[in-house]
């Protein structure tokens, strides 16, 4: 089985929780960063644009996402679990970065989230490489984030990466690909 094969068999989500309490140095962080380029993108928008947060940013990442689950969830529909495991899920994670989609009024919607999805898969893969773990995250409130994100009309958040070291010792997973696959000849 080639390099690429495991690597593709062994990525999956990790939670925050999953993750240890190990700092990502900066090394390890422009490693994970200087994949995303490479995707694919129609007519090289490059859709892409990613934030990061590390140290304090994080403390106040952490802090505005659980406000504006506080302040966008109906008084019957509010959980303090859910308030506090939003805060949490970041504090648990060495490094937070917002997925940022840079809006192009030459390619259709769908195709630039495509794009977009494929660069974290590098981001994806490359950790899995390294040992690292990641989980994409879509909560509700990533729509309002864009002024503590001081994005410009042409931007808005789609997503969160949680970032963290994980166990080294898990299993690969398998699946039976036929499963998916019916062939026309």
Known sequence: MSSIDQILRKRKSHRPADFLQEEISQQELEAVLSVAPYAPNHKKT??????????????????KLAELYKENTATEAFLEKK???????VNKSPVVI??????????????EHAAIAMSVLNMWLKIT????????STPGMIR?????????????????FYLGKI??????????????????D
């Open 129 to 136: 490489d390294m040992g690292l773990g990641g989980y994409w």
């Open 46 to 63: 490059k859709p892409w644009r990613y934030i990061v947060f590390r140290g304090e940013s994080k403390d106040q990442l952490a802090q």
């Open 83 to 89: 308030f506090e495991s939003i805060k949490e899920n």
């Open 167 to 184: 166990n080294p010792n898990e299993e690969i997973r398998e699946y039976d690909w036929k499963e998916f696959v019916s062939f026309r």
């Open 98 to 111: 917002c997925i940022i989609h840079q809006i192009s009024q030459s390619v259709p919607e769908w195709e």
């Open 144 to 160: 309002h984030l864009d002024e503590f994100l001081e994005l410009d009309f042409s931007q808005n958040c789609i997503g969160l």
